[in-house]
């Protein structure tokens, strides 16, 4: 099991591909069998430590096999380490960024924040992994696997936007009252103090647990149970016909973002709502509907909405 290990050098929300610049790094002098850098035009580094290290002319990895792997930026601070891997010098050696990270991270990892907002996981990264985001008001990009997730202090966001992308398939079940999620791979990853939820483009099913929680369905027809605490749903130009079967009035908030929204719609007084069925149904325009299960007429009221742009 390999760790991966951000470092607060990284800085808050910092990502590897602005710590180094991938495209200049070159083979530094002195490489051995068990140390090679890769250093970068600003000063930032790569180090590979392991066994059997050799290199073409080119300064490319022939064999060997890295067990260590230490990314340090333009000041020469450790931003990320990997230890305890085993990763073959000719696949990761002088990859581009995209590439590398998959490798690092494609097996049954230890993965670790900082007490900063760190961003972490990217790409379909399989495997088993176990996640603690630590403080900080992180992000954690869901993932392939059946994964072990600890979003720590801060509020925390489990994001599975771009889960398609990356190979997802299905659209996520979140039950926050068990602390589970059917991720978008079909995995089930278990988690703990994740206090906000994005979904992916598909249908997903959201059921909130005992606390305040942040919910977004993104596309999709979604179902969204905020459960107890005072819970805020996201809805926006994109975001199809979704329903909420729990949503208290004058405690639950509607946040409505209206920047990508055709027609700007950023008031109570600009909302077309219709009551059917003992249901509040608001239309923002043929595709985008949100509609609040047991919400009868005259219930809503501006309090319930927040307006963004965002
Ligand atoms: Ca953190
Ligand atoms: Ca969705």
New binding site residues.
Partial sequence: MAKIAIKAAMGSYGLIQTAINFDSLGLEKGETTSQAVLSDAFGGSITFKGTGFSFNKSGDATAGTATTIEFRNYDGDLVLSVTNGSFAMKSIFGADVGTLLGKLQAGKDLIVGTDLEDILVYGANPGNDTIRAMGGDDYIIGSAGNNIIDGGDGIDTLKFEEALLDGGTM?IIVDNVKGTVRNAWGGTDTITSIETFF??????VFKGGAGAEEFD????A?KITGGKGADTFDFFAYS?KDTITDFGVGKDIIHLVYGQMETQIDSFDDLSIAYRNGNAIITLDADTVLTLNGVSKSELSAADFDFGFF
């Fill in positions: 659209g979904g992916t483009t598909m249908k997903d369905g993104s596309g999709g979604d199809g």
